[in-house]
């Protein structure tokens, strides 16, 4: 299925309110008019002017006084968006060390502006942060190295290991999302492929340090079904071999 884009951009405020009613749905698989309000601190007449627009433009189902759910083109929208949202707060709070509200403060105001390189940049910085948790000081400029080394590296090569390292031994293989098996969770440490896939993976939320649960394998072998934010997310078999992830499963 082949999805559209808005008949028009979004602006600010209806991409938090579309933020409002993902944060919503991933809670109680849909979202009240009354909850979106308290939410976002307006009054339930604002939040019904903007749901008519969301609607017409085909991002969410709503008819009034009813639940609100959002669309598959919706949810893809919404996804992008909280992304960037939980990577710069982690950010401003785990790197820049600003008290959690007020990073979440500054990360609502920059995640409408920053690039898509700028996004995959600071998704780098803490993949890079996962990988060499134990670096030297200066792990900016290790970490400017990393970035620029692995632009052009293969999807299929180990960051941080030669594809000719003949010393490569079987427990030390990389686990991938792929590897999981059904029931079983993981944090993602590290997304190794490039280009639009992984632009995909990083907008469907598959961030460094979110965790993932292996819902279930087709008998072919993909897709691959996962939970992610209590949604159900489907993979393709590369992609899912493209995100590693933490060894130790719950």
Not at 72 to 83: N, S, V, W
Not at 178 to 196: E, F, M, N, R
Not at 201 to 206: A, C, E, P, S, T
Request: net charge positive; proline share 5%; with cysteine.
């Amino acid at each position: 299925m082949t999805l559209t884009q808005p008949t028009s951009p979004l602006t600010t405020a209806l991409e938090d309110y579309l933020e409002t009613i993902f944060r919503e749905v991933s809670k109680h698989s849909f979202a009240r008019v009354k909850d979106i309000a308290k939410a976002r601190d307006v009054k339930a007449a604002s939040v019904s002017s903007a749901l008519k627009r969301l609607t017409d433009m085909g991002l969410v189902n709503y008819i009034q006084r009813e639940y609100v759910t959002l669309t598959e083109q919706g949810e893809k929208e919404a996804r992008r968006i909280y992304a960037r949202h939980r990577m710069l707060t982690r950010f401003f709070n785990e790197i820049l060390k600003m008290p959690y509200e007020d990073s979440e403060k500054v990360a609502c105001a920059m995640e409408h502006s920053i690039t898509k390189d700028g996004m995959d940049r600071l998704v780098r910085l803490f993949e890079f942060l996962t990988v060499c948790p134990e670096g030297p000081q200066d792990f900016i400029k290790l970490f400017h190295k990393y970035l620029f080394a692995h632009d052009n590296v293969p999807a299929d090569v180990r960051p941080a290991r030669d594809k000719k390292d003949k010393s490569l031994k079987i427990e030390d293989k990389p686990m991938t999302i792929y590897d999981l098996k059904p029931g079983c969770s993981s944090k993602v440490t590290q997304i190794t492929t490039h280009g639009a896939i992984r632009q995909r993976l990083i907008d469907m939320g598959i961030l460094p340090g979110t965790e993932i649960k292996m819902e279930r394998l087709a008998p072919t072998g993909e897709p691959v079904w996962i939970v992610l934010d209590g949604m159900h997310l489907s993979l393709r078999k590369h992609e899912a071999e493209s995100v590693l992830i933490n060894k130790n499963t719950d």
